[in-house]
Nanobody, 115 residues
Framework: QVQLMESGGGLVQAGGSLRLSCAAS????????MGWYRQAPGKGRELVGI???????TYVDSVKGRFTISGDSAKKMVYLQMDSLKPEDTAIYYC?????????WGQGTQVTVSS
């Protein structure tokens, strides 16, 4: 079994920055993809970006050039650096992990961007 734990959310003004972290524990050797999703109020969960072991990250168009995903594949940590934040980035951000048999989710961390 795998557990994911996010940290680093909070309240920030538009134009500011936040850094989210996610730590995986348990059977972490199974995980080959990690990343981030978000869910804004009244909307469905959407992909923010993912990174696979040994690969380059991919992002949803709305965050390209502003958000950066990085990771430590050995420690199964993944980070989301968010710059130039906009009010529309307000959402609960979920850490995501995938093995060949399962997907895993963190409990979510709130990011609120004030205008």
């Amino acid at each position: 079994q795998v557990q994911l734990m996010e940290s680093g959310g909070g309240l920030v003004q538009a134009g500011g920055s936040l850094r989210l972290s996610c730590a995986a524990s348990g059977d972490i050797f199974q995980i080959y993809v990690m990343g981030w999703y978000r869910q804004a109020p009244g909307k469905g969960r959407e992909l923010v970006g993912i990174i696979s072991s040994g690969g380059s990250p991919t992002y949803v168009d709305s965050v390209k050039g502003r958000f950066t995903i990085s990771g430590d594949s050995a420690k199964k940590m993944v980070y989301l650096q968010m710059d130039s934040l906009k009010p529309e980035d307000t959402a609960i951000y979920y850490c995501y992990g995938r093995s060949y048999s399962s997907t895993y989710w963190g409990q979510g961390t709130q990011v609120t961007v004030s205008s």
